[in-house]
Nanobody, 128 residues
């Protein structure tokens, strides 16, 4: 059974930091591109960041550039999203997703239709 499990969410004050983790089980992360998506109340699911299968390419939504960093540790079968200088607008449920596409070895896309496997999500709340 292929599974992705997010962790690391919680309540944080504006300007604070969180590190989200996405751990894979039932498959090896080495052959998958990974995306982070988020969904705020009343909003659609938007792409936040992604990393190619090789790890050589990353992309970010304009709203998080300079604040968020995606990385992967294949030895631990885990992908991370470091979130700094958090803002109330970052409040959402964050999901990780995996895509097994040969075309994504060196690129990644912030398009939910690209991804085959999804985690259950972790809540991030940024509030005073």
């Amino acid at each position: 059974q292929l599974q992705l499990v997010e962790s690391g969410g919680g309540l944080v004050q504006p300007g604070g930091s969180l590190r989200l983790s996405c751990a894979a089980s039932g498959f090896t992360l080495d052959y998958y591109a990974i995306g982070w998506f988020r969904q705020a109340p009343g909003k659609g699911r938007e792409g936040v960041s992604c990393i190619s299968t090789s790890g050589g390419t990353t992309n970010y939504a304009g709203s998080v550039k300079g604040r968020f960093t995606i990385s992967r540790n294949n030895a631990k079968n885990t992908v991370y999203l470091q979130m700094n200088n958090l803002k109330p607008e970052d409040t959402a449920i964050y999901y990780c997703a995996a895509a097994n596409r040969v075309t994504l070895f060196s690129v990644c896309l912030l398009d939910r239709l690209t991804y085959d496997y999804w985690g259950q999500g972790t809540q991030v709340t940024v509030s005073s």
